[in-house]
């Protein structure tokens, strides 16, 4: 292996490590976010089970047809995932869908997100 050839190991070895550091802060603001988290039924909405926090709706998890959706607020959730720890929308889609079924076990869920 020549000198440039584990340089370019080593930098794509770096790049990992960092992806991996940046997820686990995430995961860490992703837990505190659920920190103190309520749920709340609407009778006039009965198909859709709403995630808040001080006043605001964070996330909606909708059943419909035998599929789930979990809505995240883009300025509080979606955005974030993707300015502060540069995850591209199908990164997003997989860590969320990660941590709902970790931290809120629900499984099956399909992550979007909506502008409120």
Same mark, same amino acid.
């Given at each position: 292996m020549t000198t440039e050839q584990k340089i370019q190991e080593l930098e794509k070895q770096i790049e990992s490590l960092?992806?991996?550091?940046?997820?686990?802060?995430?995961?860490?603001?992703?837990?505190?976010?659920? !920190?103190?988290?309520?749920?709340r039924i609407n009778d006039n909405n009965p198909n859709s089970v709403y995630y808040e926090k001080n006043g605001k709706i964070f996330f909606e998890l909708i059943q419909n047809?035998?599929?789930?959706?979990?809505?995240? !607020?883009?300025?509080?959730?979606? !955005?974030?995932?993707?300015d502060k720890y540069k995850?591209?929308?199908?990164?997003?889609?997989?860590?969320?869908?990660?941590?709902?079924?970790?931290?809120?076990?629900?499984?099956?869920?399909?992550? !979007?997100k909506f502008i409120p």
């Open positions: 960092k992806k991996e550091s940046k997820k686990n802060e995430a995961e860490q603001w992703f837990k505190s976010l659920l !920190n103190g988290i309520e749920i047809s035998g599929k789930r959706y979990f809505w995240c !607020n883009y300025k509080l959730v979606w !955005n974030i995932l993707r995850f591209n929308y199908d990164e997003i889609q997989a860590f969320i869908k990660s941590m709902v079924e970790q931290y809120l076990k629900l499984g099956a869920v399909i992550p !979007n």
